[in-house]
């Protein structure tokens, strides 16, 4: 169960009407090798953000099929990539990023896993430009849609989605959304400040800051082609999941290694996992359950 306080800021939400005007990330980019340095282990598995890539990896592996090429947008240090990759050993990956420091951050992690399977090139993900048309099987992105200047960048970067992805392609694209009011993102950004450290806590607030709205969101949603839907957490839209129908029941390997995963996290993301599957399910979303 949410806190009280948490619970007390989910029912403000709920009741009020608009988000605030966006504010852009301060920088798109994040080069900054300690800006990089901090998200990194913030983000890594057992970090404080691990109960989300959990979650995505989860669904992740419903929608990803042996043989598959899958290509996740603005991979950063690739944390998400290398567990949906480690789980997925019969698909080919291709991370793509802007900023140099933060591939080299991923090409490391990706060989201290002895992954073979991930392969990492620098781009934009509004100008795919080193992607043929109907090349992937799979488009994935984590945490970056927020990085994007505008609607208009967005919508360029849904028509990239569109034209790289195969006929039945499938996508998956799961970031922040911009909450109404502004004390519902301080709380948020700042409720694990002390675990997360100060640069990652800035960086949220920022992001928070910088989300598109569900209404935008939902704007640029055709762009990206049909048969896609939008779920949001209830009561606050605070995570937002765009995703195609899953393809396949979790085969058992994947499954036994989520819940491995699931036993690997601290006991407070093994309950924000619960809660976040929970919400979901409100949204008619089933996510699987892990922790049976
Ligand atoms: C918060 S990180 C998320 C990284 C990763 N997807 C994850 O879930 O851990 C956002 C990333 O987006 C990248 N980025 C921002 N704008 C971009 C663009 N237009 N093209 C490619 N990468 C971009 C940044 O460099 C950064 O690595």
């Given at each position: 169960m949410p806190s009280l306080t948490f619970f007390k800021y989910l029912v403000c939400e709920a009741f009020s009407r608009t988000p605030p005007p966006r504010e852009p990330e301060?920088?798109?980019?994040?080069?900054?090798p300690a800006q990089v340095a901090a998200f990194a282990r913030a983000g890594r598995e057992d970090g404080v953000i691990g109960q989300v890539y959990l979650l995505n990896t989860a669904q992740l592996c419903e929608l990803i099929r042996p043989g598959d090429k899958v290509v996740d947008l603005a991979?950063?240090?690739a944390t998400q990539l290398a567990q949906v990759a480690r789980l997925n050993p019969q698909a080919e990956f291709l991370g793509i990023d802007l900023a140099p420091t933060m591939l080299a951050d991923a090409a490391a992690h990706i060989a201290q896993q002895g992954l073979g399977n991930v392969r990492f090139a620098l781009g934009d993900i509004t100008q795919l430009s080193g992607l043929a048309d109907a090349s992937a099987d799979v488009v994935m992105s984590t945490f970056?849609?927020?990085?994007?200047?505008?609607v208009a960048a967005l919508g360029r970067c849904f028509a990239e989605i569109r034209r790289i992805l195969k006929p039945g392609g499938r996508v998956y694209l799961s970031d922040f959304g911009r909450l109404k009011r502004p004390a519902t993102m301080h709380f948020m950004a700042y409720r694990h400040a002390v675990e997360q450290g100060e640069m990652f806590t800035t960086d949220y607030h920022n992001s928070l800051r910088a989300a598109f709205s569900v209404a935008e969101l939902q704007a640029a949603l055709p762009a990206l082609g049909p048969g896609l839907r939008l779920y949001h957490s209830p009561l606050a839209a605070f995570m937002v999941i765009i995703r195609s129908p899953?393809?396949?029941?979790?085969?058992s390997a994947a499954h036994a290694g989520l819940k491995a995963l699931w036993r690997s996290l601290p006991a407070l993301q093994q309950d924000e996992f619960e809660e976040l599957r929970r919400c979901f399910k409100i949204k008619q979303l089933t996510i699987p359950a892990l922790h049976t």
């Open positions: 301060p920088a798109m980019l994040m080069d900054d991979c950063g240090p970056s849609l927020h990085h994007l200047p505008d899953a393809q396949r029941a979790l085969p």
